[in-house]
């Protein structure tokens, strides 16, 4: 009673220690849930929109007016003769402005809001590169669980072949040799259980790091299937050419640099600052209004530098949107080729080996009782249907991974 005490007490504690985020995720998944729950928990994904705040405070500071100069001064006759001004003191107030009339603000607003558009597409490529890792964390879930399953399978035929071989080597039909052979099988295959098993756990916690809840040991849920025949090559080609989460990071640091050109070259027109005051004189009193106009004359500093700066990482801009383009285009074809032959291995195997696979082992299974076959036989029946079916499960793996990435690279998986 104590004991089963203890056990209620150790398993409330270690619930209560689980971080409250990760008390309230779902035990099992499906694919959608979980690119759901990385869009809206992700630590990384978070840290990554940080700088879409950092963007629209600099769109804050851009489209702020230029702050007025205010001047007070004091002038008091030191010795000698009031040389200078009549009266006994003079006092000074004036006020500066500077006039943006080049259109300076304008382009400052607008190289800022292509700044935001900017951090939102890096966010967005880095969702879409959380989304392709999280759903090959899944799918890797999901083979691992069914490889455990089939090893789990084969464990329990090695061990009825092993019990089938006690039996036959208890009435003398069987020799030592071959229940040490079958119980050597056993281990094998248990070894290959538990690293199946070990592959899921590991699976399970790269998902629980992405959305950062160490507690958390997820099952994958839905069967690990090809989605069926891809698009046309024009449909994707025009996915990529609008939905590529690089290319749009690319194109909006190409708006961006752009924007910056203008600014620079708006930037290099002097401001002229408009002046009003007043000055006043005491013993006796006398009062003077001024206005005044003031300019930078850029005889030295022409500005050059920072738009030849801007122009030229506008230039870069523009040739890494090229190559992304070009690369893009080579790895979609890449995949769509990869994901052909990989359909085409696994239909060949689906329609030459896995249906038949079945009906190996019983069929060994009835040869050995009637002594028409080995104990090696009945061990390579068992072997070769184990091995079917993880090789089907890797095929299908491979060609879900391949359509995965080509989700992910038509910018059809999210982020």
């Not at 050419?241 to 961006?256: C, D, F, K, V, W």
């Not at 870069?316 to 995949?335: G, K, P």
Request: proline share 4%; glycine share 8%.
């Amino acid at each position: 009673m104590n004991g089963w005490r203890l056990c209620m007490v150790m398993s409330t504690l270690a619930v209560c220690a689980l971080p409250a985020h990760s008390q309230d995720l779902p035990e099992r998944l499906t694919l959608p849930v979980l690119l759901r729950l990385v869009g809206e928990r992700s630590p990384r994904l978070a840290v990554e929109r940080v700088g879409i705040d950092a963007a629209e405070a600099d769109l804050v500071s851009a489209g702020a007016l230029p702050n007025p100069t205010l001047s007070y001064g004091r002038m008091r006759n030191a010795s000698g003769a009031n040389t200078v001004i009549d009266g006994t003191r003079q006092q000074q107030v004036g006020v500066e402005y500077p006039l943006l009339i080049a259109g300076q603000r304008g382009a400052r607003i607008e190289a800022a809001e292509q700044g935001v558009q900017g951090a939102r597409a890096r966010v967005g490529l880095a969702g879409s590169e959380l989304a392709l890792r999280a759903a090959e964390l899944f799918t890797g879930l999901q083979a691992a669980q069914e490889r455990s399953a089939a090893l789990a399978e084969a464990h329990a035929d090695f061990e009825r072949a092993a019990g089938l071989i006690s039996g036959r080597l208890a009435s003398g039909m069987a020799s030592r040799y071959d229940y040490a052979r079958v119980e050597i099988e056993v281990a094998a295959i248990a070894v290959r259980l538990a690293d199946a098993r070990a592959d899921a756990a590991e699976k399970s916690a790269g998902l629980a790091s992405l959305l950062g809840a160490p507690g958390w040991r997820p099952q994958a849920e839905g069967v690990l299937a090809p989605a069926g025949t891809a698009r046309d090559l024009p449909a994707l080609r025009a996915s990529l050419a609008s939905g590529n989460p690089q290319l749009i990071a690319a194109r909006r640091e190409e708006e961006t640099a752009r924007a910056a050109v203008r600014r620079a070259e708006l930037e290099r027109w002097p401001v002229p600052v408009i002046g009003l005051g007043r000055t006043w004189t005491s013993e006796p009193f006398g009062a003077a209004n001024f206005i005044g106009l003031s300019t930078e004359v850029p005889l030295f500093d022409t500005r050059q530098g920072p738009l030849s700066k801007a122009q030229a990482e506008l230039r870069a801009a523009e040739r890494r949107r090229d190559a992304l383009q070009a690369e893009a285009e080579v790895e979609l074809a890449r995949l769509l080729d990869a994901l052909a032959q990989r359909r085409a291995a696994l239909e060949r195997f689906e329609r030459n080996v896995d249906l038949r696979s079945p009906a190996l082992r019983q069929m060994a299974e009835d040869a050995y009782r009637l002594g028409r076959s080995t104990v090696l036989e009945l061990i390579d029946a068992a072997r070769t249907r184990v091995d079917a079916r993880i090789t089907g499960i890797d095929l299908r793996t491979l060609a879900v991974q391949q359509e995965l990435r080509i989700l992910a690279l038509t910018g059809g998986l999210g982020g």
